[in-house]
């Protein structure tokens, strides 16, 4: 088929390659020429695995290129793929100006039926203003529908993920349309669903915030099991368990982040509120997440007395998550700054998102470094605030020579408690009764006083 895919972000580049990689003729839009020079210069401007040889093999046989004209990039196309981004508005609404600005665009120079695909995660009503907008810009006699077909590729994964779907969401108001689209993905064992533009814009934005809610779940369990001395990596897995419930995304940590979460469950609440309908167990997992890096700053502070300040930590993490180099929403970032604000030194290493933090958090009291063992020389404690899997191999014995005291935070639950603490640290993580959780209890009175029965703790 010929496809044209507007945007060269992480959604639209993937998409192209890998619709190129499934033997379709692709043409990827973008207005910015200089991206698209790196990209065909072999380039990426994310790291994504699998993404640069599939790109390249496009290139090479001829079935994927790149343009910065619009009229150009959807000239022969059947399907045409929005794929620009819907940042966070002002008021948490996602901004849709992009999305309605390429739709102007492909009215403007559409001169054939084509179908025209929302992959951007929008809100409710955007595929039907995308549709008016067409029929304000087409000239006459030129047809075209619009159909809704959401992403679910996460960071890291996203070449996997598209070939290997849970399932493929069309949303639209013409059959035909949905079975053009579904021509693109028929390969896929996955289920197709064919459904209307809210349902396919609502599936997307229910699944993120479902999943968010998972992790703020966990994430409050661990909480709780740092009060009462229970392991909650032991009770989210058990729970998980439970086909019903499931196992993934229970991990408790330092919070969701990222470039999806935050935006589509803000988005959502957001919808709801415009509607007058209140969504307080939504509203629940927002404000609880935004509390979870407080939260283990507020450990950090306690183990140190409040006096953060002049203290070094050694850092290992910056990505919002294992498996790229996205710094988008990143809970390592808002540690950092907590770190550096209560007049701490830090310094960070991490295997892929240094380019990307140093944009964002600067270079003030925060230095980078090119491996895990550089951060730690003399300093107060190490911190681990993304989950690589490198983390999990570090050689315990050089970090307790390096560092000054022998101390870990872990905020993703890294390590095994038991072979850290023979080790000799003092070890501190997400919701496990650990020899350092315990220390902090006795000295927060506050949490002490609130339990009426103290089990679990100090034991
Ligand atoms: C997510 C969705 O998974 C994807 O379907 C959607 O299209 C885009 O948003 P992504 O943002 O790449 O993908 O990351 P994901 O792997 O879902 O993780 C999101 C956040 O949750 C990260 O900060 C991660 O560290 C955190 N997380 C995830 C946990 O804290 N615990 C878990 O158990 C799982």
Redesign the pocket.
Known sequence: MNICVIGTGYVGLVGSAVFAGWGNQVVGVDVDQAKLDMIQAGVMPIYEPGLPELVAQGIRRGNLRFTNSTAEGIKDAEVIFICVGTPQGAAGNADLSSVLQVARQIGQSLDHYAVVVTKSTVPVGTNQRVKEILQETTQQGVLFDVASCP??????TSVYDMDHPSRTVIGSDSPEAIELVAEVFKHLPAAIIRCGFAEAELIKYA??AL?ATK?TF?DSMASLCDLVGADVVLVMDAVGKDPRIGA????A?L???????PKDVEALAYLASQLSLPLPQLDGTRNTNRRVHKRFVHKISLYFDGKLDGKTFAVLGLA??AGTDDTRES?AKKVIMRLRGAGARVRAYDPKATEKAILDLGTTSLEYCDNPYETMAGADALVILT?WPEFKGLDLSRVNSLLKNPVIFDGRNMLDPETVEREGFIYFAMGRPTNGQRIINGKDTTYVAKLTNGAGLNK
């Not at 992403?151 to 890291?156: D, I, K, R, S, W």
């Not at 919070?255 to 979460?261: N, V």
């Open positions: 992403e679910f590729l996460a960071q890291g699944s993120n999943l992790i966990a993934m995304f229970l991990r940590g919070g969701w982040g990222g470039s999806c979460f919002f998550k809970p989950d």
